[in-house]
Nanobody
Framework: QVQLVESGGGLVQAGGSLRLSCAASKSIFSINTMGWYRQAPGKQRELVAAITSGGTTNYADAVKGRFTISRDNAKNTVYLQMNSLKPEDTAVYYC???????????WGQGAQVTVSS
């Protein structure tokens, strides 16, 4: 059973930085897209950033210019560098690996990010 293991969450003051990592416990063949989602209390889970196998990235408007997603295909790992953090970035962050064939999604266990004002 493959698991995605997240690390790097925590408490930081507004304006600070954090780096999230997400690694697969076993090798996963042909991952298409790796992404980060977040869910704040009382809100729906939303896409934060995604990166394709070819390196194309996509960001939510709220994080553009502040967050950077990257991946290491050899290590089946995705990263999210978060700079200039704001209190509204406070949420549980989940990583996602999407495999196109056969279609399957893997999810991390969630990492709490708390930004104090």
């Amino acid at each position: 059973q493959v698991q995605l293991v997240e690390s790097g969450g925590g408490l930081v003051q507004a304006g600070g930085s954090l780096r999230l990592s997400c690694a697969a416990s076993k090798s996963i063949f042909s991952i298409n897209t790796m992404g980060w989602y977040r869910q704040a209390p009382g809100k729906q889970r939303e896409l934060v950033a995604a990166i394709t196998s070819g390196g194309t990235t996509n960001y939510a408007d709220a994080v553009k210019g502040r967050f950077t997603i990257s991946r290491d295909n050899a290590k089946n790992t995705v990263y999210l560098q978060m700079n200039s953090l704001k209190p509204e970035d406070t949420a549980v962050y989940y990583c996602n690996f999407h495999v196109a064939f056969p279609t399957r999604d893997y999810w991390g266990q969630g990492a709490q990010v708390t930004v104090s004002s």
